[in-house]
């Protein structure tokens, strides 16, 4: 069964660009979430997504953006960017069962450099 | 607001030796997830061993091993007969159980070097 897959792997955007990530999960698996890590945070929880809704979300500002399609793929954007939005973006995703686990399987992640 | 203490940002060991890491916790719910993820160098994360709340008894996967204190809301990680590939950095990560949430709360880390 295939991983995770994000896409694109790295890219670099200047200040006030926008960007859109991409994140295949899991066959099955039809909760998605994304994190950003970075050296001075660490990992922060940015939104999940099951079923093309949004169901939480992190303490971001609107200029983080997300959706989910009837697939389970899921994009997120950043829009306006910022140099501190330079960071690894991981997607992860989990499959939803009755009692769940939280268990997530990650992907290797999208490197975005902001110049 | 729930969070994650990793109280060692850098550990080594001895190849062939054991090593702990630590993770301090906390949390309002009653019923919740612990876990701890691998980072390689490679960056993608693996999932290194889970552990439910309400089980009392520790888990175990392979050389990996964990002390679950409950009451003292602590969690850490105990890594036997340490290998090579054993270095990286390892998340302590915590989240609700039921159906309805899968946001992790991460640690901020501890980069494990291992050495030959």
């Known amino acids: 069964k295939a991983g995770v897959t994000q896409t694109p792997r790295y890219l670099i955007k200047t200040r006030g660009q926008q960007v859109t990530l991409s994140c295949s999960p899991i066959?099955?698996?039809?909760?998605v979430s994304w994190y950003q890590q970075t050296p001075g945070q660490g990992l922060q929880f940015l939104f999940e997504?099951?079923?093309?809704?949004?169901?939480n979300k992190g303490n971001f500002p609107g200029r983080f953006s997300g959706r989910q399609f009837s697939n389970s793929r899921s994009e997120m954007n950043v829009s306006t960017l910022e140099l501190g939005d330079s960071a690894l973006y991981l997607c992860?995703?989990?499959?939803?069962?009755?009692?769940?686990?939280?268990?997530?399987?990650f992907g290797e992640g999208s490197r975005l450099t902001v110049l | 607001a729930q969070t994650v203490t990793q109280s060692q940002p850098e550990m080594s060991v001895q190849e062939a030796e054991t090593v702990t890491l630590s993770c301090t916790y906390d949390?309002?719910?009653?019923?919740?997830?612990l876990f701890w993820y691998k980072q390689p160098p490679s960056r993608q994360m693996i999932l290194v061993i889970r552990?439910?709340?309400?089980?009392?008894q520790n888990a175990t996967e392979n050389r990996f091993s964990v002390n679950f204190q409950k009451a003292a809301k602590s969690f850490s990680l105990k890594i036997s007969d340490s290998q090579l590939g054993d270095a990286a950095m390892y998340f302590c990560?915590?989240?609700?159980?039921?159906?309805?949430?899968?946001?992790?709360?991460f640690g901020k880390g501890t980069k494990l070097s291992v050495i030959p």
């Open positions: 992860a995703s989990s499959l939803v069962s009755g009692r769940g686990t939280g268990e997530l399987f």
């Open positions: 066959s099955g698996h039809r909760s």
């Open positions: 997504y099951f079923s093309e809704t949004q169901r």
């Open positions: 949390t309002s719910e009653s019923d919740y997830y």
């Open positions: 552990q439910e709340a309400y089980k009392q």
């Open positions: 990560a915590l989240g609700n159980s039921g159906a309805g949430s899968y946001q992790l709360t």
